[in-house]
């Protein structure tokens, strides 16, 4: 009898157990969803400025329509931070009250990764090298590796001031805690190139960049 008893109980109770085992598996999986969603990516980008004819002028290019982020607007060269970011060295490291500034958000080896991913990402995007002689050293294998020695340069971290830091909302579902560093454009070398990630790359006037923010195109 009390075999049979404590058996009906646990039949009474299973449904219930259940359920609950069912809800618990919905919040993980929920969780696991917002996890991803709010998953912020280290990522670097690099605002170069020049004197134009008709003054100041900084680089830019559109990302494409079909972008999955930040489609049809109008960015500064730049990505996110890649594993070979973290396997190379220069001579022409950053000045010590940028790797400074740049510390504080960043443990060491990010923050000087950081400025390769700016240099890196604004070859890969314009076609522009932006270095001074030197040695590149490290491990990585990449096009833009590549580029440099066959230029006869390395990047030249030290002429990059640190400019601000900015994290995608959290209603973005793609987003990057990105590093902005800027520099003279004066000193990038080569030509511009087009590039699938970013079109429209040109040196635009600062003032025309500033109207496109408020909705106007840059001509």
Not at 117 to 139: D, I, M, N, P, S
Not at 159 to 174: E, G, H, K, N, S
Not at 205 to 215: E, F, M, N, T, V
Request: net charge neutral.
């Amino acid at each position: 009898m009390g075999d049979a008893h404590t058996e009906a109980k646990h039949q009474l109770h299973a449904p219930g157990q259940v359920g609950r085992a069912a809800t618990r598996e919905r919040r993980s999986a929920a969780l696991r969803r917002l996890s991803v969603w709010l998953a912020v990516g280290d990522a670097a980008s690099l605002v170069l400025v020049r004197d134009g004819a008709a003054g100041p002028e900084v680089l830019m290019g559109r990302r494409p329509r079909t972008a999955r982020f930040m489609p049809g607007v109008y960015v500064f060269p730049g990505g996110a931070v890649d594993k070979t970011d973290f396997m190379l060295d220069s001579d022409r490291g950053f000045a010590g009250h940028v790797l400074e500034r740049v510390g504080r958000k960043a443990a060491a080896p990010l923050a000087q990764a950081l400025g390769w991913t700016a240099v890196r990402e604004t070859w890969e995007e314009t076609g522009l090298l932006f270095g001074a002689a030197g040695c590149l050293r490290g491990a990585a294998d990449c096009p833009a590796v590549r580029a440099f020695a066959e230029a006869g340069l390395a990047p030249d971290l030290s002429a990059l001031d640190y400019l601000m830091r900015a994290v995608t909302p959290p209603y973005i579902r793609i987003r990057f805690n990105t590093r902005f560093f800027i520099a003279d454009g004066a000193a990038a070398q080569g030509t511009l190139q087009p590039c699938p990630e970013l079109e429209e790359v040109g040196w635009h006037p600062i003032d025309a960049a500033l109207g496109h923010r408020r909705g106007a195109a840059i001509e």
